[in-house]
T-cell receptor, first 115, second 114 residues
Framework: ETGVTQTPRHLVMGMTNKKSLKCEQHLGHNAMYWYKQSAKKPLELMFVYNFKEQTENNSVPSRFSPECPNSSHLFLHLHTLQPEDSALYLC??????????????FGPGTRLTVT | KQEVTQIPAALSVPEGENLVLNCSFTDSAIYNLQWFRQDPGKGLTSLLLIQSSQREQTSGRLNASLDKSSGRSTLYIAASQPGDSATYLCAAAGNGGSQGNLIFGKGTKLSVKP
C-alpha cells in the first residue's frame, strides 16, 4: 500500500451519466495529481493541486472537472464523457509540487469504461 | 518539449538472468528521474529516484544510473525472478514551465520465465 486510495476501482458509465472519482491520501502531502493512462500511450498528467490550489491544467476537456476540498482529498467529476475517455485514471500525491526532492506516490487507479 | 522513450517495449528472459532496461530523454534539464513498476491493472510503485546531481541509486537487486549529458538512464535488475514480471516506467521531472510534472515513457513490459 502506498498510502493513496482511490474509489471506485472500476466504473462503467454511459455518455450521458455524471459520476465522480475519489482519491484520498494518508501521507500528509500537500500536492495531488490526476493522470490518465490510455492503452499504448504514456501516462498523461491532467491536473495538479498544491495546497488545495489548482496549479496545472494540462489542456483537459471541460467534461473533466477536478475538485480539491482539502489537501487530503481530490475528486474528478465526470460528465458527458466519450468512449475515447475510457482509461485508467491514476491519482498521485507528493510532499510538495516541487520535484527536486519529492517522490510521487500513486494510488491503484480507477478503471473507467465509457459505453 | 520533453520526450521520454523506453527500449525495448517488451522483454522476456529466463529466471536468473541479469537485465538492463533503457530510458532516454530529449531535454537534459531535469530535476530527477524516477523508475516505477506497474503490475497489470494496478497503480505505480516507485522503485528508485535519481536526483540530477547523482549518477546512480541502488535498492536491493535494482540499480539505476543517470547520464544527463547523454539523456539516458538505465535500470539494471540482477538475478531476475518471476515476481519481477511487470511493466517498468521511467519518468523525468522537468524544470520547464511546469514544475513537478513527470513526463513518462511508454514502459517496458518485462516477463521473467521460471
Amino acid at each position: 500500500e502506498t498510502g493513496v486510495t482511490q474509489t471506485p476501482r472500476h466504473l462503467v458509465m454511459g455518455m450521458t451519466n455524471k459520476k465522480s472519482l475519489k482519491c484520498e491520501q494518508h501521507l500528509g502531502h500537500n500536492a495531488m495529481y490526476w493522470y490518465k493512462q490510455s492503452a499504448k500511450k504514456p501516462l498523461e498528467l491532467m491536473f495538479v493541486y498544491n495546497f488545495k490550489e489548482q496549479t496545472e491544467n494540462n489542456s483537459v476537456p471541460s467534461r473533466f472537472s477536478p475538485e480539491c476540498p482539502n489537501s487530503s482529498h481530490l475528486f474528478l467529476h465526470l460528465h458527458t464523457l466519450q468512449p475515447e475517455d475510457s482509461a485508467l485514471y491514476l491519482c498521485a500525491s507528493s510532499q510538495d509540487q516541487h520535484p527536486r526532492d519529492y517522490e510521487q506516490y500513486f494510488g491503484p487507479g480507477t478503471r473507467l469504461t465509457v459505453t | 518539449k520533453q520526450e521520454v522513450t523506453q527500449i525495448p517495449a517488451a522483454l522476456s528472459v529466463p529466471e536468473g538472468e541479469n537485465l538492463v532496461l533503457n530510458c532516454s530523454f530529449t531535454d537534459s534539464a531535469i530535476y530527477n528521474l524516477q523508475w516505477f513498476r506497474q503490475d497489470p491493472g494496478k497503480g505505480l510503485t516507485s522503485l528508485l529516484l535519481i536526483q540530477s546531481s547523482q549518477r546512480e541509486q541502488t535498492s536491493g537487486r535494482l540499480n539505476a544510473s543517470l547520464d544527463k549529458s547523454s539523456g539516458r538512464s538505465t535500470l539494471y535488475i540482477a538475478a531476475s525472478q518471476p515476481g519481477d514480471s511487470a511493466t517498468y516506467l521511467c519518468a523525468a521531472a522537468g524544470n520547464g514551465g511546469s514544475q513537478g510534472n513527470l513526463i513518462f515513457g511508454k514502459g517496458t513490459k518485462l516477463s521473467v520465465k521460471p
